[in-house]
């Protein structure tokens, strides 16, 4: 039925009610296996499967309302997507202040689990909804 054997994959996006295609599961397939952010460009050339650019555009806009992929956040305006870490019990104070730490030489990218605790209303007057931290640096394999 799939050119895919990976029932735990599949069982995933059943769980959360994805409406199952070949795309959509080549495009959770490469973000799952990849352990960090990936670019529509990469999803486009490391997929198995021939994936155009408006098709992988679809697929992470699907999974993004779903809630299974998250936009990790750049000044350079090239979005990176990384699989969200929704299931975990840190979810909700995540979706209020999340971080991520970006590696500056090899853009390995990471979601930041623990809740980071900054005083923003030190920082600011303003009400702040949601607050999205980059933390670059270097990662342990480009030290
Ligand atoms: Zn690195």
Redesign the pocket.
Known sequence: MYAYNDQSLINKLREHQVHLTQNRIAVFKLLTESKTALSVCTIMNQSESILDRISVYRALKYFLQKGLVEIVPNNKGNSRYIIASSNNVNAKSRDEKCAYFI??????TEIILEPVNIKIELLTKNHINKCSLILEG?????K
């Open positions: 590696c500056s030489t090899c853009q390995h270097i990662c342990g394999n480009c």
